[in-house]
């Protein structure tokens, strides 16, 4: 098979054609091998665990945990990349480096950049980070903002393009979103005195758990007399399914309806054009795709056409206002222009840090090159799936298993989501687990399958296809 033919048939929506020895390991390492010199390099970027180390009780290093993988055998398979994803090795060197800055000049960090480090002033790294963020989601860095974690984001960026009018006062949402999420527009909702239940328009699933553009847009025209707001997943957590993001927001801005996006799972993972697509306002954490580590810096997108500081002008703070005057001291607020003006407090450095050592792996690509990557990725782990049900189905009988995420590559990302029988769930997660398997479990049954193109190979989809299958079978 040829992996260029097979990413054109992807990109297209197709399914590409496997070879008959596709489920065997030497396919997979053939598929390896063909993978670009530089994306396949990104790997040696990670510090992938060894099985040893995903046992570890102590903080400090045993004999066993210190020991290197003598063989992909000995590395732990990773699919868990939308949760959080895995170490960059570049962060130690940027810690490290910070630390020194922090230990060697103090205060004067804000402002001196020292002549061999890979980090900035600490006031200019928010600004840095944004512009390292720019060509991941599609914008100018002047419409990036990173500060704060996401649901601080989302709450921010609600104050400032939720405004309820009489009739007009409703929220569109998804009808599972995840819990802050759904915490951050029911209080928002709740701010402005109204009662949550009566205000929210919930986007339900169809039987195959997916949310079509068909139906949203419906549900568009049905209450655009009433929605002062659209807020919706640019991936859907559980369901893996990727919206189509400017379909959608053409369609609300044809109703003069203001439109959000939360792309927890959409940011590193899939190309975006957030401001070819006009979309107003979007939010993002950065610890699953873009390995930031737990909790890192989130960022935020405001589209430049709502000027300075939103259309209702956000909340005030510190660092919003403009970095020239910012420290006259004179409580006249001029707020930076673009979406930094969003910003309120003086962002952690330590994070900004983190941030940036994990961006700097993605200089070296582009999303293109790793979106290519990850459909062949994720058609590979959906071909295998299919060959496991169909070997472990019997006559009449129905499957062990079955992917909810969309089958068209257009609308998913990295992400298969599984969905077991439930007499299944916990044997086969308590099999992975025994056997050095990191993925995501989600109830009710869903196994979230989630190889990352920065860090896993065809290898380890097929790797775990043998874990999954014994498990099966157990």
């Known amino acids: 098979m040829d992996a260029a033919a097979a990413i054109n048939q992807l990109r297209a929506g197709e399914k590409p054609e496997f070879p008959s020895n596709a489920s065997s390991l030497d396919f997979a390492l053939s598929l390896d ?11 040696t970027d990670f510090v992938i665990p060894t099985k040893a180390q995903l046992k570890r009780k102590t903080v400090n290093d045993t004999p066993e945990t210190t020991a290197q993988a003598s063989s992909s055998d000995d590395e732990i398979i990773y699919f868990c990349g939308n949760s959080l994803g895995l170490q960059p090795k570049a962060t130690r060197t940027y810690l490290d480096a910070y630390l020194k800055t922090w230990g060697s000049i103090g205060v004067n960090g804000h402002f001196t950049q020292l002549e061999d480090s890979p980090i900035g002033p600490y006031q200019d790294m928010a600004a840095d980070c944004a512009e390292k963020m720019a060509d991941i989601v599609g914008a100018s860095p002047a419409e990036i903002v990173s500060m704060n974690t996401l649901t601080i984001n989302l709450h921010l960026m609600m104050a400032a393009f939720y405004k309820p009018s009489g009739k007009k006062n409703k929220i569109m949402c998804e009808w599972r979103p995840f819990p802050s999420d759904w915490y951050a527009i029911e209080s928002q909702i709740e701010w402005h005195g109204l009662n949550a239940k009566d205000t929210m328009v919930l986007v339900e699933p169809n039987q195959d758990y997916l949310m079509t553009t068909d139906h949203i847009k419906q549900l568009i025209d049905k209450h655009a007399d009433e929605l002062a707001l659209i807020l919706l997943p640019g991936i859907q957590y559980w369901s893996g399914q990727l919206l189509d993001i400017p379909a959608i927001t053409a369609h609300a801005h044809q109703h003069n309806i203001t439109i959000g996006w939360d792309l927890a799972h959409a940011a590193g993972n899939v190309e975006l054009k957030l401001h070819d697509w006009d979309v107003d306002f979007a939010c993002w954490c950065t610890y699953k795709y873009m390995n930031s580590g737990a909790g890192g810096m989130a960022g935020a997108f405001v589209h430049e056409r709502h000027g300075n500081n939103g259309p209702n002008k956000g909340l005030k703070g510190w660092y919003g206002h403009d970095k020239t005057s910012r420290f006259l001291m004179d409580n006249k607020f001029v707020a930076t222009k673009g979406a930094q003006g969003f910003q309120v407090s003086n962002p952690s450095a330590i994070d900004l840090t983190s941030l940036s050592a994990a961006l700097s792996v993605f200089q070296k690509t582009s999303m293109k090159a790793l979106r290519e990557k990850s459909l062949l990725l ?45 007499e299944l769930m916990e044997r086969v997660s308590a099999a992975l687990e025994k056997n050095g398997v990191v993925c995501d479990k989600r109830k009710p049954g869903i196994i979230r399958v989630a190889p990352a193109p920065l860090y896993n190979n065809f290898e380890d989809v097929w790797r775990f296809m043998e874990v999954f299958e014994k498990a099966l079978k157990e």
Request: proline share 7%; no cysteine.
């Open 378 to 422: 994720t058609a590979y782990a959906e071909f295998m799936l299919n060959d496991i049900s169909k070997r472990n189905s019997t006559s009449g009988s129905e499957p062990p298993f079955r992917i909810i995420t969309p089958q068209d590559p257009r609308f998913r990302g990295a992400q298969l989501s599984v969905l077991l029988k439930e």
């Open 33 to 43: 091998k063909s993978d670009s010199e530089v994306l396949k390099s990104f790997r």
